[in-house]
């Protein structure tokens, strides 16, 4: 049984907004997506110095146009909805709000308007226009691969971390301040760079036993990092075949509609009402 009602413009817009079934979404979501790249660029190139004091004006008046245009669509994505407060404290809601802020906040705040570069945070969305809604399964199941391996890792990194203690305690009273270890807390922060590999290079031992020391640590940092990744790997390995479909009709298909009520996306195809909330759905 499909709904008769026609909707009203508020729904219409919503339509246009918030989904990418229809012509006019997508062409929204591609527009929105364009806008938010060239924001991006335009933020990126005011950084820097010799074309922001050739073009700072060109930059600055685009950048306003930009802003003044998510300021009204942040406002119409509010009015379209029927409970508000959802979407304002939503993941999107709290991004599209950030990337507005920066422009007005720097009129009192010089600078601040850098921030503005959280608008690539928004480019999410092209989840949502290229159809990816139906790879979101994959993604749900490393979720909850890595929530059903996190003990195993707390307690790995807590190893790690007494491990720490210990090696920067020992390169502490090995090297002493005369090489840069002036306190056990540095000593510490340099076990750490030295166990993950990184390597700055900043602090480093100098004598033998100390540099025995350090070979022992970069030796097991290679076999600690892939401790984590064999973790989650196995526990994703079993989910994702406890969570394979069985054959072709068991795979579920999944679209961008949203639910007007509480913005609920990825709903089945065809689907009538909201799963979340039972809101009707409009096609």
């Not at 707390?154 to 020992?170: D, E, N, R």
């Not at 540099?211 to 790997?233: D, E, K, R």
């Not at 526990?235 to 509480?262: A, F, G, I, M």
Request: hydrophobic share 45%; with cysteine; proline share 4%.
């Amino acid at each position: 049984m499909t709904n008769t009602s026609k909707p009203g413009w508020k729904t219409k817009l919503h339509d246009i907004i918030y989904e990418a079934e229809t012509p006019a979404g997508k062409l929204f979501d591609v527009i929105l997506l364009i806008t938010i790249i060239a924001s991006i660029i335009l933020v990126m190139l005011e950084s820097i110095k010799s074309l922001d004091e050739r073009f700072h004006s060109f930059l600055n008046i685009s950048e306003w146009v930009i802003t003044i245009l998510f300021s009204i669509e942040y406002i119409a994505r509010i009015i379209t909805v029927k409970k508000p407060i959802k979407y304002i404290t939503s993941f999107y809601g709290i991004i599209d709000l950030l990337s507005t802020l920066p422009k007005y906040i720097s009129l009192l705040f010089g600078g601040i308007h850098a921030l503005a570069a959280l608008r690539a945070l928004r480019l999410l969305r092209v989840f949502r226009i290229l159809k990816l809604a139906r790879y979101l399964g994959a993604s749900q199941t490393l979720t909850s691969a890595l929530k059903a391996s996190k003990a195993k890792i707390s307690v790995f990194l807590f190893a790690v971390l007494i491990l720490c203690i210990i090696f920067g305690t020992l390169m502490y009273l090995i090297e002493g301040e005369a090489s840069g270890f002036s306190s056990i807390p540095v000593s510490v922060y340099w076990c750490i760079v030295t166990l993950t590999t990184v390597g700055f290079g900043d602090i480093h031992p100098v004598t033998p036993f100390g540099q025995f020391i350090a070979a022992l640590i970069m030796i097991l940092g290679y076999g600690i990092i892939a401790v984590p990744t064999g973790i989650v790997s196995a526990e994703y390995t079993n989910r994702h075949k406890n969570d394979d479909p069985k054959s072709p009709e068991d795979e579920v298909h999944l679209n961008s509609q949203s639910c007007e009520n509480c913005l609920a996306e990825n709903h089945k195809d065809h689907a009538e009402y909201c799963y979340n909330c039972g809101e009707k759905l409009f096609e």
